[in-house]
């Protein structure tokens, strides 16, 4: 079965700055919006077009994003005749240079075994953490239109709606046309106070024998295969029609906590969650069937997103909480996310705070962040009464 795309999704992505959710999971299944992961935005993307194989390639072992992903069902990504996810983990081992030098050979040759088996047309390159709900057939035809070699997405944003010292870059487009990318400008190199730039996406759609062409440059200069090293040798070498798609939708990088935060935290307002979820196309998650969120008939919500199977019988305010959750008599739970089977008992009080996976904060325990600095509790953590966090 002949399909249009292959795709590869880069989840090799800077994992510190969102320490400790990040200690035993990739940035690709963070947690979002109590039901969702990242890693479901770019697959929901793939899951709306004739796309019916993934390649992921992420720098450890991938367990719980494997964990999540299965065998791709929920996207269509299962399908038997040549569809699959086919991941390569610990790609920070394989792309070592102390000996030689150089990235390992498998590390390339992983991309184009890849994309020679899939039989392809084109192939889609993206990552993983900024956060959007792409229509990838409008960009398609817009390829097609322009008679692009290459595609790439972008949105225009206030420079200051991402940190100042951001990884991200800004395309700069032809003036006189308004589509060519002409340079890629680090973000960080523009003041912070700049007017409008254009987002790069870190999004990528083109034919499959530019791409394979690309990455035999990329291992001739021992470069990573990434879409910001490729649009770098199209523009320096002047190879390719290099074109950008201008995306109009929610758009969040996440980058570090606060950004984080701050994306969940958009979910609570109306406008921003039909924009993300409510676009031409849904977004998919894994299924996971419980009994619905119980209230009691003291509970106290207002302004809050839950998953299924909770109890609330305390304060709810301004909050996202995920499954399986316990909210006691008399807790107040303000400005927060609460991620899987935690436990906050009677008196506790969480305000600015994130709580990983199965935390349980004690009676009478009291945390308070503020919106540019949310306190994370680890996963498996214990919050005393005192307020002291003790590690699992």
């Known amino acids: 079965m002949k399909t249009k795309y292959a795709a590869i999704l880069n989840l090799i992505e800077n994992e510190k700055d969102l320490l400790p959710l990040t200690k035993r999971r990739p940035v690709a299944s963070l947690p979002f919006a109590c039901r969702y992961r990242l890693i479901d935005f770019p697959f929901s993307s793939l899951s709306n077009t004739e796309t019916r194989s993934a390649a992921l390639f992420m720098s450890g072992s991938g367990r719980s994003l494997y964990d999540h992903i299965r065998s791709g069902t929920a996207w269509g990504l299962d399908n038997l005749a040549g569809g699959g996810v086919f991941t390569h983990s610990q790609i920070d081992l394989k792309t070592t240079q102390e000996d030689s030098g150089k990235y390992s050979a498998d590390y390339y040759n992983d991309h184009i075994n890849y994309l020679k088996k899939s039989k392809d047309e084109y192939v889609i390159l993206s990552g993983s953490r900024i956060l959007v709900n792409l229509q990838i057939e409008a960009m398609f035809t817009y390829h097609l239109d322009k008679n692009s070699d290459i595609t790439v997405a972008y949105k225009k944003i206030p420079r200051d709606e991402v940190r100042q010292d951001t990884i991200y870059s800004s395309y700069q487009l032809n003036s006189a046309n308004g589509i060519e990318i002409e340079k890629v400008v680090p973000l960080k190199e523009i003041p912070y106070d700049s007017r409008t730039v254009a987002f790069g996406l870190d999004f990528l759609l083109a034919r499959t024998e530019v791409v394979l062409d690309y990455i035999n440059k990329l291992r001739a200069e021992n470069l990573f295969v990434s879409v910001e090293n490729i ?162």
């Open 231 to 392: 649009l770098k040798l199209a523009i320096e070498n002047n190879y390719t029609s290099l074109n950008g798609y201008e995306y109009t939708g929610y758009l969040k990088a996440i980058e570090d906590i606060k950004s984080y935060f701050e994306a969940n935290m958009d979910m609570l307002d109306e406008e921003n969650f039909n924009a993300l979820f409510y676009r031409e196309s849904p977004v998919l998650t894994k299924s996971k069937n419980s009994a619905p969120t119980y209230y009691g008939k003291d509970s106290e919500v207002s302004n809050a997103l839950f998953a299924n199977d909770s109890e609330i019988y305390g304060h709810v305010e301004n909050s996202l909480l995920s499954r399986r959750n316990t909210i006691c008599q008399h807790a107040v739970v303000k400005n927060s996310i609460v991620l899987q089977s935690c436990f906050v008992d009677e008196e506790a009080t969480l305000n600015y705070v994130i709580l990983d996976k199965r935390v349980r904060v004690e009676k009478g325990a009291k945390l308070e962040g503020t919106p540019e600095q949310p306190i994370v509790v680890p996963k498996e953590a214990r919050v005393l009464s005192s307020g002291e966090i003790v590690e699992g």
